[in-house]
């Protein structure tokens, strides 16, 4: 005769039920199932899943992000805090699901990276977090310079850094005080991108300009900078600016332009640009990788037809 399990049922549904269906085996334990009651669970065809060490889903099918966030943290500890791209996927700021998730324990901790846990031990423990039930998520700014710290290029570090600003959840001025904070080893890149985005630059395709222009050696100008009009109005926010010329370059992406109101909207700016004397030169991102010289040549023969009307004047 089989013999009845003396587990408490209660207690076990409540941890999965606050823990979005993932419990780690010394939760189920405590609970009164046994190692043999595990192991049928998780067996093929069972109920139940190992996703981490010691740590299961009582579900079938593959785990949300959500669940795989939950299971992160479970398994690295209690003090555990997920930081870099899967934080700011939890936080909002990032609707990408990454590979892997990285989770903050104290420095002292020896829990090991498995799976898809990527374990970073620190002495910089976040003393907030963002709690969304019981996943814990690093606040926006140590996020981002925690994912920014371990791109693997400066597109990516600055697609990360200009995201997070440009959709005002993170202030340049608390990214600064992350990387100030932060570790030098291994924050190059994020050092560059926050230091375009300070400059004015929001998007990937805008630091791509911005760094063909200083590498070319053309006059610098002002980046995301307002153009006015005689009495002060603003025009438009232009991706550059050469004041003194009146001469404005511009990262034409056709993400922007999916629709004619979009188009219209885009080619009045230009117009009332044009009517203020304002000489734009617009480039595609393509332009600006493919083709940099010509891109390079616009600008400069721009800037020069500019000078002399001015001197000639």
């Given amino acids: 005769m089989p013999r009845r399990t003396t587990a408490d049922l209660p207690a076990l549904s409540a941890i999965l039920q606050r823990q979005q269906l993932v419990i780690i085996r010394s939760q189920a334990l405590a609970c009164g199932l046994t190692s043999d009651a595990i192991q049928h669970r998780i067996k093929t065809g069972g109920s139940w899943q190992r996703v ?16 795989r966030d939950m ?3 479970v398994y690295a500890g209690p003090v555990s805090v997920i930081t870099g791209r899967a934080a700011l996927r939890g936080l909002g700021i990032s609707g990408e699901q990454p590979a892997m998730i990285d989770v903050l324990i104290p420095a002292h901790e020896q829990r090991q990276s498995r799976g ?17 039930g019981e996943r814990r998520y690093a606040l926006a700014a140590r996020a981002v310079g925690d994912a920014a710290r371990v791109a693997g290029n400066l597109a990516e570090a600055r697609a990360i850094v200009a995201g997070a600003v440009q959709k005002r959840r993170c202030s ?11 570790p030098r080893n291994g924050s190059r890149l994020f050092r560059i991108a926050l230091g ?15 760094e063909l222009i200083l590498r070319a ?3 610098r100008p002002l980046f995301n900078e307002p153009v006015r009009r005689a009495d002060g109005s603003v025009i438009a926010v ?16 056709r993400e922007w332009h999916l629709s004619p109101a ?3 909207r885009t080619m009045r700016r230009h117009n009332e640009l044009a009517r203020c004397g304002v000489q734009v030169l617009h480039f595609s991102p393509r332009q600006i990788k493919a083709e940099p010289r010509a891109v390079v040549a616009a600008i400069a023969g721009a800037l020069a037809q500019r000078g002399n009307r001015a001197q000639a004047g």
Wanted: charged share 25%; net charge negative.
């Fill in 116 to 132: 898809f846990v990527v374990i970073r031990r620190t002495i910089r423990m976040p003393e907030l977090w963002v709690a969304e």
């Fill in 217 to 219: 050696g053309l006059p």
């Fill in 262 to 264: 979009d188009w219209e």
């Fill in 238 to 253: 232009v991706d550059a600016w050469w004041a003194e010329a009146r001469v404005a370059g511009e990262v034409d992406s």
């Fill in 71 to 73: 299971a992160a943290l």
């Fill in 172 to 182: 340049v001025d608390l990214l600064i005080a992350e990387l100030t904070a932060g």
């Fill in 196 to 210: 375009e985005v300070a400059d004015g630059v929001l998007s990937v395709a805008e630091g791509d300009f911005r």
């Fill in 52 to 67: 981490l060490p010691g740590t299961y889903l009582a579900q079938t099918g593959a785990p949300s992000a959500n669940q």
